[in-house]
């Protein structure tokens, strides 16, 4: 008796679980961009931690979090750093930052996923782009949708860009710019604490193994 409730116990979990994965809604919402610490780019949000610093120019990749890979194509950190026609500097930021010229990007991987990301961001252009990717999301914000509408291409700019994501889980973040070039410092972000589907179809696996070793056991009872 004991063996069958544990079974079907097991068995409305895992009904429940892949219910409850169909049936929840995935946030489709724009991410809400609000900006803070402006001139100061070391002060992060409430519950974000420091992903990512690009202090050491000789490792570009870095990060300071688990779970978290950063890929650059064509970005460089700490290259000519206030020159015209390539790079602005970043107000008050005395270290190297990372830089995003022209039809060049970087791409930030979370396996747990985001709740919220941010970055400290230089002269504020309309040719840069933010993406952000999760399960059924994928949005993308132009130039100005993320600076507050100010696109004046201004090195003092210097201001926390924040991005919430309604509830939805971000896994990729790719920044990109289509010239000369995407200056940032500092990305930020809350970590998800609930599994990711993938985490789900495991347990709920794990739920039909149990069950089926439930099973065999109760078969060998009924032939003893």
Do not use: C, H
């Amino acid at each position: 008796m004991q063996v069958a409730n544990l079974f079907r116990a097991l068995t409305a979990t895992a009904f429940l679980v892949t219910a409850a994965l169909v049936a929840a809604p995935v946030s489709a919402a724009t991410p809400i961009v609000t900006l803070s610490a402006s001139g100061d780019p070391n002060t992060l949000p409430g519950g974000q931690s420091l992903i990512a610093s690009f202090n050491n120019a000789a490792t570009p990749t870095a990060v300071l979090l688990p779970n978290f890979t950063l890929t650059l194509d064509g970005a460089t950190v700490g290259f000519r750093e206030g020159q015209a026609g390539y790079s602005g500097t970043l107000p008050n930021n005395s270290t190297n930052y990372l830089t995003i010229p022209g039809s060049a990007s970087a791409t930030l991987f979370s396996l747990k996923g985001l709740t919220s990301f941010s970055f400290y961001m230089g002269s504020p252009d309309s040719y840069n782009s933010v993406q952000f990717i999760g399960t059924g999301y994928n949005q993308t914000l132009n130039g100005g949708q993320f600076t507050g509408g100010n696109t004046s291409q201004s090195w003092n700019w210097g201001t926390r860009v924040n991005f919430d994501f309604g509830g939805a889980v971000v896994n990729q973040v790719i920044l990109r710019s289509s010239r000369n070039s995407f200056e940032v410092d500092n990305f930020a972000g809350s970590v998800s604490a609930a599994p990711e589907p993938a985490t789900w179809a495991m347990m709920i696996t794990g739920f039909g193994a149990v069950g089926a070793i439930i099973r065999r056991r109760r078969a060998a009872l009924g032939f003893a």
